[in-house]
DNA sequence: CTATTAAATTAGACCGATCTAAAACAGGTA
DNA sequence: TACCTGTTTTAGATCGGTCTAATTTAATAG
């Protein structure tokens, strides 16, 4: 019942919401879906009138349960989608974000429970986001940026990179930081440039807007990533 | 670039055509897609304008070249679709019509090429419908409709099965006349009831609407019709 | 407390796709 | 020929989603 435009919105104030937390403001969002603050506006009114959010004008947006909700459904094809792409058609992890945004608004939850059985339940996505269950009891969580997480001198393991711009994320992967690879910060500059130095010893300059993308835990796992073991820790 | 909707159009003009043949009349979209016929009227004349199809009013309505590429192009998606979900995800060859009616409009170039890969190029989707390779030289044919094809007393081989309607594909799985049986027209009444008897030896009568929806080649095959080797012949 | 500025909202328009109701047309019948 | 009857088109409205331009509000600096 709720279109595209709809859950696209609610995916976008979701995100935002569980990066810097409610409210979400009008620019924000707009940011996010590329839409001028006039149509954010618009569109807020309707989505609270729905009952999808709460609003307070000039405030910014919260999601109520219900968009919370229906915000994690959209969140949980998303995921599925990019692990079905990427295990079985063989997709590189860096082409499957434009596929899923397509599809997620299309799939049934028929599709969507067949395909999580195919791949016998995957707990993340080729990034290393979580995939919400069935049930949307979803930890969702799993890692903090970089320069939240690790002062200089100290390691963490790659939790997950997001897949929001294709550039970073390609980036990311010549670099070979990727789920699962441990990191050191070597160095952090007043300007926001984080220097790390990979597995393999090579470090790597991480300009603000990369850094800010690569989310880790403190510390070295064990444990190799080359799933999703890392679903509802931190 | 085009739209759901206008995709939606082309299909259903596209099959009309196939079936009856051009011109297409107003109200055969606005019944095959359930549309008032004004808004048939007015969906046709911006589709014109495009160069999709050429118009005479009050006349009908015709493909052009143009139009008919793009009308495969969407055919094409939808077959592959079907025949991933049933080959891949286990749907019933009754299951997988609405799921890809959803999915052809979303689905990119890549997905469709690495699909049709992955199942090795099939022939035809679970109903026995060609699949239009990728460069749509598509023969688009296989078989005609029983009581056109056959007298009483005659065999022939199941080419396909209509998939339009729910309820006449889970009568005629129910009765076993898949592509690849052989049935024998025992009888055709005045009012279009037609009596089969199929392989195994048992008779059905099948009302007009659902004989209609039945398509056939006269004699039998000695191949049987798993996958999709019924391309391109008749 | 006022003035400036950045962000958000309102006002008004547009486009695509749909509908209902009314008018125009084409074909067959008397 | 003139009239029905069914089909098609036109006219005009609505809805969702978007935009630009103008206005209002909140926050901040003086």
Request: net charge negative; no cysteine; proline share 6%.
């Given at each position: 019942?709720?279109?595209?435009?709809?859950?696209?919105?609610?995916?976008?104030?979701?995100?935002?919401?569980?990066?810097?937390?409610?409210?979400?403001?009008?620019?924000?969002?707009?940011?996010?879906?590329?839409?001028t603050?006039?149509?954010?506006?618009?569109?807020?009114?309707?989505?609270?009138?729905?009952?999808?959010?709460?609003?307070?004008?000039?405030?910014?947006?919260?999601?109520?349960?219900?968009?919370?909700?229906?915000?994690?459904?959209?969140?949980?094809?998303?995921?599925?989608?990019?692990?079905?792409?990427?295990?079985?058609?063989?997709?590189?992890?860096?082409?499957?974000h434009?596929?899923?945004?397509?599809?997620?608004?299309?799939?049934?939850?028929?599709?969507?429970?067949?395909?999580?059985?195919?791949?016998?339940?995957?707990?993340?996505?080729?990034?290393?986001?979580?995939?919400?269950?069935?049930?949307?009891?979803?930890?969702?969580?799993?890692?903090?940026t970089?320069?939240?997480?690790?002062?200089?001198?100290?390691?963490?393991?790659?939790?997950?990179?997001?897949?929001?711009?294709?550039?970073?994320?390609?980036?990311?992967?010549?670099?070979?930081?990727?789920?699962?690879?441990?990191?050191?910060?070597?160095?952090?500059?007043?300007?926001?440039?984080?220097?790390?130095?990979?597995?393999?010893?090579?470090?790597?300059?991480?300009?603000?807007?990369?850094?800010?993308?690569?989310?880790?835990?403190?510390?070295?796992?064990?444990?190799?990533?080359?799933?999703?073991?890392?679903?509802?820790?931190?």
């Amino acid at each position: 019942m709720p279109t595209d435009a709809v859950e696209d919105y609610l995916k976008a104030i979701h995100r935002v919401e569980s990066r810097s937390g409610p409210p979400v403001s009008t620019s924000q969002i707009a940011e996010a879906l590329d839409k001028t603050p006039a149509t954010v506006t618009s569109m807020v009114e309707s989505l609270a009138e729905r009952g999808l959010l709460s609003r307070e004008k000039y405030e910014g947006v919260e999601l109520t349960p219900a968009g919370e909700v229906a915000a994690l459904e959209v969140v949980r094809r998303h995921r599925l989608i990019e692990a079905f792409l990427a295990e079985q058609l063989d997709y590189e992890p860096t082409e499957v974000h434009d596929e899923a945004d397509a599809l997620e608004h299309h799939v049934s939850e028929e599709f969507t429970r067949r395909v999580e059985r195919l791949l016998d339940y995957p707990a993340a996505d080729p990034h290393g986001d979580p995939i919400p269950p069935a049930d949307l009891s979803a930890p969702e969580d799993a890692g903090t940026t970089l320069v939240a997480a690790l002062e200089p001198g100290e390691r963490g393991t790659v939790a997950r990179v997001s897949d929001r711009d294709a550039d970073v994320l390609e980036f990311l992967v010549d670099a070979e930081i990727t789920p699962g690879t441990t990191v050191e910060v070597v160095d952090i500059t007043s300007f926001g440039l984080v220097t790390v130095r990979t597995d393999d010893g090579t470090e790597h300059g991480l300009p603000e807007a990369v850094a800010d993308r690569v989310y880790v835990r403190r510390g070295t796992d064990s444990a190799a990533a080359t799933d999703g073991q890392e679903a509802g820790d931190a």
